[in-house]
Nanobody, 120 residues
């Protein structure tokens, strides 16, 4: 059974930091591209950060470059999102996603999301 379980969200003041974690199980984690998305009410889900399988490369949305860092630990089957210098506009539900394309099929898994609120 595939599971992605996010944790680490919460309330933080502007300028603060949070570290999100996403623990994966039920699939070969190391071979999947891992992504963090976020969504606020009434808006489409936004891609925040991506890390390739085996950690070879990373990419970020312009809005978070220089502030957020995505990383993965393939021994712990966990992907992280370190968020620094948080702004009120970072407030959203953050979702973890695992993606792989193999033999003509998409394998696409989602977590349940974790709320991040940036407010004074």
């Amino acid at each position: 059974q595939v599971q992605l379980v996010e944790s680490g969200g919460g309330l933080v003041q502007p300028g603060g930091s949070l570290r999100l974690s996403c623990a994966a199980s039920g699939f070969t984690f190391s071979s999947y591209t891992m992504r963090w998305y976020r969504q606020t009410p009434g808006k489409e889900r936004e891609l925040v950060a991506v890390i390739s399988s085996y950690g070879g490369s990373t990419n970020y949305a312009d809005s978070v470059k220089g502030r957020f860092t995505i990383s993965r630990d393939d021994f712990k089957n966990t992907v992280y999102l370190q968020m620094n210098s948080l702004k009120p506009e970072d407030t959203a539900v953050y979702y973890c996603n695992a993606f792989s394309f193999r033999a003509g099929y998409d394998y696409d898994y989602w977590g349940q999301g974790t709320q991040v609120t940036v407010s004074s």
